[in-house]
C-alpha cells in the first residue's frame, strides 16, 4: 500500500518556467490537499479538493492552479513560477468530511521547489 | 478565521528528561478534534496524538500525552522519557468550521540531546 506519492521530490525552476506537481494516492479518499511549508510558518493550505472534478481555493491560492481529473490524482501548477515559490509542498489526503479519531490526514513525503 | 499559535519556535530537552509543547487556538465550535504531528528530518508528517474535544479525558499515546484546556483553548503535547528519535519538528492541528481543512500552528523545533 503506497499511500500518498508525490512526484517530483525535487526540482529546480528557473524565474518564468513552469511546471507541475503530481499527487497520486491509492486509498480511494475524497479529499486532496495542497499544502506548502515555509520556515516559522508552519504548513499553509494552496488549493484542496474534496471530490473528483472539484477544487478550492485555500489559504494561499496566488500563482497556483489544481486540478483533480480523476479520484486518486490532484495535480498542483505552476505557471510562472517565482522565486517566493520556493517552498517545500505536500500532498494530503483522507477519506471524508469529517475529521474523527479514524479520519486523519495522510500526507505525502513531500517536494521541495527552488526557483532561481 | 482559525488560527492556531505555537509560542515556542525551538525547544531542547535532555534524554529520557520530560518537555511539553504548547498549542493555542481559536474556535467557536464545541466539538472538534486536535491534532498533533511530527516531522523528523525525513520531512515525512506522522501522526503523534489526537484529542477528541467532546471527551474530558486527555488522550495518551505511549510516551505522548496531551492536555487538554477546553476553556483556555490549549492543546499542549508532553513527551516523557525522551529519546534521541524525537528529535523533530512538531506542529498542533485543528479543522476549520466545515471540517474540510487543517489548520496548522508555525511549529516548534525539538532538539533532544544526549
Known amino acids: 500500500n503506497a499511500g500518498v506519492t508525490q512526484t517530483p521530490k525535487f526540482r529546480v525552476l528557473k524565474t518564468g518556467q513552469s511546471m507541475t506537481l503530481l499527487c497520486a494516492q491509492d486509498?480511494?479518499?475524497?479529499?486532496m490537499y495542497w499544502y506548502r511549508q515555509d520556515p516559522g510558518m508552519g504548513l499553509r493550505l494552496i488549493h484542496y479538493?474534496?471530490?473528483?472534478?472539484?477544487?478550492a481555493k485555500g489559504e494561499v491560492p496566488d500563482g497556483y492552479n489544481v486540478s483533480r481529473l480523476k479520484k486518486q490524482n490532484f495535480l498542483l501548477g505552476l505557471e510562472s513560477a517565482a522565486p517566493s515559490q520556493t517552498s517545500v509542498y505536500f500532498c494530503?489526503?483522507?477519506?471524508?468530511?469529517?475529521?474523527?479519531?479514524?479520519?486523519?490526514?495522510?500526507f505525502g513525503a513531500g517536494s521541495r521547489l527552488t526557483v532561481l | 478565521a482559525q488560527t492556531v499559535t505555537q509560542s515556542q519556535p525551538e525547544m531542547s530537552v535532555q534524554e529520557a528528561e520530560t518537555v511539553t509543547l504548547s498549542c493555542t487556538y481559536d474556535?467557536?465550535?464545541?466539538?472538534?478534534?486536535l491534532f498533533w504531528y511530527k516531522q523528523p528530518p525525513s520531512r515525512q508528517m506522522i501522526l503523534v496524538i489526537r484529542?477528541?474535544?467532546?471527551?474530558?479525558q486527555n488522550a495518551t499515546e505511549n510516551r505522548f500525552s496531551v492536555n487538554f484546556q477546553k476553556a483556555a483553548k490549549s492543546f499542549s503535547l508532553k513527551i516523557s522519557d525522551s529519546q534521541l528519535g524525537d528529535t523533530a519538528m512538531y506542529f498542533c492541528?485543528?479543522?476549520?468550521?466545515?471540517?474540510?481543512?487543517?489548520?496548522f500552528g508555525g511549529g516548534t523545533r525539538l532538539m533532544v540531546k544526549p
Open positions: 492541528a485543528f479543522p476549520n468550521n466545515a471540517g474540510n481543512m487543517l489548520t
Open positions: 484529542q477528541e474535544a467532546y471527551k474530558q
Open positions: 494530503a489526503s483522507r477519506g471524508d468530511r469529517a475529521y474523527s479519531g479514524a479520519n486523519v490526514l495522510t
Open positions: 486509498m480511494n479518499h475524497e479529499y
Open positions: 474556535t467557536s465550535e464545541s466539538n472538534y478534534y
Open positions: 479538493s474534496v471530490g473528483e472534478g472539484t477544487t
